[in-house]
């Protein structure tokens, strides 16, 4: 039975603040969690501005002792290619590194903030994606990085400014468009502490996030009817579920429940541990050979597809930490924001620091308006295409719109059921008259014209009746949907859906202590095994790494439970080496096979068709 | 009144016996190569008079002995194999992928380094690995489901 909880609603007069706090999320964070929304206010009187420019010169432009809203939005004429930023922390020495790093390790202790990573995520990937996470960890210090002192010293100058005035921040915003009431809650933290903190991907100054909530107006109130949640890897349709799916969705007293991802802050339906995957970057011709190389394996060896240079990592989204909202422990702050708000619409720069790193994950964001690179953000200028329901009209538009869409079509059938004899009609007389012009040498000009204008008329009337067809078929469709609408038999609420995010269940590995262990230790000792090699057995090296390489890959397959498919996948691969092989040295006796072969086939097939 | 076959209902891809035929083949090239050494050494004539071992090492004799019982031994291990592989028994699939898979790194391991691989046997472990990992194949043995995932 639906209850005005599970399917509030709200007068269509109330004020967008109104609006906003009835249906504010309750968002769930993890245990150990550092960062929560905060406001941005205080966040920019605690940083400088600075720009970068494209010969990669850095200038500070306001000192943080003068840094204030109204100071970030001033106009800065500059050169293409600049990028202006904020930078929560400034560069630290060793010494102040170490004692940032000794004080955070204080805070958590004293403020009870630990996190337990459970069957970490390197346990939960097989042996190649913890090589491959090895080369993601190596690639850190090639790229921009921020320092594990500067997440440090963030949460230490986040602590303080919280302890200062412990407030909850969300910034919302109502936008109208095409009959949907759309309110989009946007949430801002000083920093996210996904790599450092929760073995994540990556670590940036500042973080937007966002939840949108989708409303139609009936009768004077407007009801929910979908929510989108920001997250990664998942775009358009698959971020939102609708409001009555209550199994994907909680909702208390009308308010829907969040889990925000440990670190990452990323916003989830269902409280669990979540598996995202990294691809490594890699030069184009690299992943061309890896596609090529995928398809061959996919479709011509007919093997499930796997790719080993996909990092998995976990975002933790238990929910088990601190909750704000109604009825939790912490209540919000709400702050309206449209386009006419300063500092969301005239900043274009990153709101923390440009960590100069190329493939973008550890500079920090642009505020919520803006990409990284200052142009329109989508979730803001179209945030129903963000979710994919710009095809979809509210609920009480829908019955209309598809009653008017079936008229339109009797109509037009009603019309071509006249258009169609007529056509046909003509197109006999045509006949007749080209019938009559055969036979006479002189009106071979008129012939050919005529005849254009037969295959012209002839055309059209094919296209009339495959329009009838088409339409006919397309009104059955319509108008059984129209009765199902009608009847109010609600949609499949996943049937837009193709990727769901799923939390990864509760992972029952076979000596599952002995898994993590292994996890931890295999790539040293792999390392270990090498200079072994190098040492003891210099001439067998590369023999030696394969054997070893294939050893180790066994051993994790039996701990992970998949020593089937790794046996499957190992022996494939040796097979195709062999093959390659034996085609270099009799490459001449394959030949002539082949072409033994195939004469043999052709004559047969010449002989038969003699032979009748 | 001959016996009646009992029909198990599913049939055999050619893949199957394809591979069983050349188990076949290698269990009697196993049993040539477990008579060879006792041929050439004479072993069978003197009937294991000879002594194997001398001064604490084996005698040509006695490497006879010991190579003719290796392949002895493979060649058994080839037929409980080829058994289990007529029955579509699971653990047989699994047991000659890794048989044929260590069986390739140590041709692989010879073709490297001393150039003397054996390549009949090469191409006969290459034939059954493609043949193993046909989709039907694996249904059959249960290592594949019907939805392609591996049942692992």
Redesign the interface.
């Known amino acids: 039975m639906k209850t005005s909880f599970d399917h509030p609603s709200i007068s269509v007069k109330s004020t967008d603040l109104e609006l906003l706090r009835r249906f504010e999320p309750i968002v769930h964070y993890t245990k150990g969690e550092q960062f929560f929304p905060f406001d941005v206010e205080r966040y920019v009187e605690e940083c400088s501005l600075w720009a970068h420019y494209p010969d990669g010169r850095e200038e500070l432009l306001v000192k943080q002792e003068e840094m204030t809203l109204e100071k970030l939005v001033e106009e800065r004429p500059a050169t293409f290619g600049t990028i202006h930023f904020l930078r929560f922390i400034e560069t630290l020495s060793l010494s102040e590194s170490a004692q940032v790093l000794a004080e955070q390790s204080r805070l958590r202790k004293k403020l009870g903030k630990h996190f337990i990573v459970g069957m970490g995520r390197l346990a939960r990937g097989g042996f190649l994606p913890r090589v491959a996470d090895a080369l993601f960890s190596l690639s850190l210090l090639m790229r921009g990085k921020v320092s594990p002192a500067t997440a440090a010293a963030a949460e230490l100058a986040y602590e303080k400014m919280h302890q200062e005035n412990e407030k909850y921040t969300y910034y919302g915003r109502v936008v109208r468009q095409n009959g949907w009431t759309v309110l989009q809650y946007w949430y801002f933290f000083c920093y996210n502490s996904w790599r450092s903190g929760f073995h994540g991907v990556n670590d940036h100054e500042s973080d937007w996030e966002m939840v949108t909530l989708y409303l139609y107006e009936n009768d004077g109130n407007l009801f929910p009817e979908w929510a989108a949640f920001a997250s990664h890897d998942f775009h358009g349709d698959d971020l939102r579920r609708r409001w009555d799916d209550r199994e994907q969705m909680d909702l208390v007293n009308g308010h829907p429940m969040v889990y925000a991802g440990a670190g990452s802050h990323a916003s989830y339906f269902r409280q669990g541990e979540y598996q995202a995957e990294v691809s490594l970057p890699q030069p184009g011709w690299l992943a061309g050979l890896s596609r090529a190389w995928n398809k061959f394996w996919t479709q011509t060896?007919?093997?499930?597809e796997s790719n080993p240079f996909r990092i998995p990592f976990v975002d933790f989204a238990r929910g088990d930490g601190l909750g704000i909202g109604e009825g939790q422990a912490k209540a919000w702050s709400p702050v309206l924001i449209d386009e006419e708000t300063p500092w969301a619409s005239l900043y274009r720069g990153l709101w923390g620091l440009f960590a100069r790193d190329p493939v973008s994950g550890e500079n920090a964001p642009a505020g919520p308006m803006y990409n990284r690179d200052g142009s329109p953000r989508s979730s803001w200028y179209d945030p129903l295409g963000f979710a994919g329901l710009d095809k979809t009209p509210p609920p009480p538009l829908a019955l209309k719109l598809l009653e008017e869409n079936c008229n339109e079509i009797r109509s037009r059938q009603d019309e071509l059921k006249t258009l169609i004899p007529q056509k046909a009609n003509e197109l006999q007389v045509l006949g007749m008259k080209l019938k009559g012009l055969e036979d006479h040498p002189h009106l071979a000009k008129i012939y050919a014209l005529l005849q254009k204008r037969i295959n012209t008329v002839g055309e059209e009337l094919r296209n009339l009746r495959r329009e009838r067809m088409e339409n006919g078929a397309l009104l059955q469709g319509m108008t059984q949907r129209l009765e199902q609408v009608r009847s109010g038999v609600a949609d499949n609420p996943h049937a837009h859906i193709q990727k769901m995010a799923v939390p990864v269940e509760a992972v029952e590995m076979r000596y599952a202590r002995a898994a993590e262990t292994w996890a931890a230790i295999s790539l040293s000792l792999l390392v270990f095994a090498v200079a072994g090699l190098i040492f003891f057995a210099p001439s067998?090296l590369?023999?030696g790494l394969a054997?070893i390489l294939?050893l180790f890959v066994i051993a994790e397959s039996i701990l992970r439970?998949?020593?089937?498919?790794t046996?499957?996948r190992?022996?494939?691969v040796?097979?195709l080496?062999?093959?390659a092989?034996?085609f270099i040295?009799?490459w001449k006796y394959i030949l002539v096979i082949v072409l033994v072969v195939l004469g043999i086939f052709l004559m047969l097939q010449r002989l038969r068709e003699i032979a009748g | 009144m001959a016996k009646k076959k009992k029909k198990t209902g599913i049939k055999r891809p050619i893949a199957v016996t394809l591979t069983a035929v050349i188990i076949t083949v290698l269990f009697f090239v196993r049993i040539y190569q477990a008579i060879k050494p006792l041929v050439e050494e004479k072993t069978l004539r003197t009937a294991l008079a000879l002594p194997i071992f001398a001064d604490g090492n084996l005698t040509a004799h006695g490497m006879a002995v010991a190579e003719s019982i290796l392949f002895l031994l493979l060649a058994i291990g080839t037929m409980v194999v080829l058994i289990g592989f007529l029955h579509m028994r699971r653990w047989s699939w699994?047991f000659l992928?890794?048989w044929?898979?260590v069986s390739?790194?140590v041709?692989?391991?010879k073709?490297?380094?001393f150039g003397v691989p054996n390549?009949v046997f090469?191409?006969s472990?290459?034939i059954i690995?493609?043949a193993?990992?046909?989709?039907d194949v694996q249904r059959i043995f249960g290592?594949r489901s019907d939805t392609?995932?591996?049942i692992?």
């Open positions: 060896l007919g093997q499930n067998y590369w023999a054997v294939i439970g998949a020593f089937i498919q046996v499957s190992v022996t494939l040796l097979a080496i062999t093959t092989i034996i040295e009799f | 699994v992928m890794a044929i898979g390739m790194v041709d692989l391991g073709y490297f380094y390549y090469m191409i472990d290459v690995v493609f193993l990992s046909q989709a290592i392609g995932e591996n692992i």
